[in-house]
């Protein structure tokens, strides 16, 4: 594999990610400064995005902003993931009804990646941006979405886990399959402390999307107003999936 091609895709996608997090325009020095690029790499690479169309360059006042390009790309994504909205209703519902940060995860590789958040209406002492990723095999909304494979697809992704070069301690079967078939059982997650000290997930599988795609919505927050509020949470969330399942079943009926 080209290492410079890999570095040279990284490093569009985080400019596109910086503009994302900034939303205003930006001049070369705030991107080399923000992403730590150096200045001959960097500025060649967005005089590339401009000349591709995804990048506009303000002469006059030297800054640059990404075009309706970059809009028009994904703008397909959420009908083709959500359908009709519902899952996104039931994202709303539970951060009303909580007043938490809900989470959206899908599996991308060996983690559970945040495809969709919804900030909390309390005050955040831990925030993540969409795409964070989390340890598939090491977290509440990880084992959420593995519970729904068979176990001899968990035990293919527990070997790979374990032969990654950074994996740190093994993982036994024993112990993930814990994980997995507590959520079986129960049908949600709980997580404390997993990921960083002080925060929690209390989570649960959704049935399969479009696709086939598989994903596990949580509720995020500090441990101690998630332990305040558990008995809501699970209500609010086994309520949500039932919903989500009723809406699948009445699709399903209009066009049998």
Request: proline share 6%.
């Amino acid at each position: 594999m080209d290492r410079d091609a890999v570095k040279s895709a990284k490093r569009a996608f985080e400019i596109l990610e910086l503009f994302d997090r900034e939303r205003r325009p930006l001049a070369l020095k705030d991107i080399l400064e923000g992403l730590g690029y150096p200045a001959s790499s960097g500025s060649a690479l967005l005089k590339s995005l401009v000349a591709l169309g995804y990048l506009d360059y303000d002469r006059d006042r030297r800054t640059y902003f990404p075009t309706m390009r970059i809009a028009a790309l994904g703008a397909w994504v959420p009908d083709a993931l959500f359908g009709d909205g519902a899952l996104l209703g039931i994202m709303e519902r539970l951060r009303a009804a909580t007043g938490e940060t809900v989470i959206l995860a899908t599996q991308s590789d060996l983690h559970a990646q945040y495809v969709h958040l919804l900030h909390s209406s309390e005050p955040l002492q831990f925030s993540v941006p969409p795409g964070a990723r989390r340890p598939l095999a090491a977290s509440g909304l990880g084992w959420c979405l593995l519970s729904a494979k068979s176990d001899e697809e968990i035990e293919r992704l527990r070997r790979r886990i374990n032969a990654e070069p950074d994996a740190g301690p093994p993982l036994s079967r024993e112990a993930l399959m814990s994980r997995v078939n507590e959520v079986r059982a129960r049908g949600y997650a709980i997580s404390k402390h997993t990921v960083s000290v002080g925060a929690g997930v209390i989570g649960a599988p959704l049935p399969p999307g479009a696709f086939g795609r598989v994903f596990a919505v949580g509720v995020a927050g500090p441990v101690a107003r998630l332990e305040a509020k558990e008995d809501l949470i699970l209500k609010e969330l086994k309520a949500g999936v039932a919903r989500l399942k009723q809406t699948q079943l009445e699709r399903k009926g209009l066009y049998a």
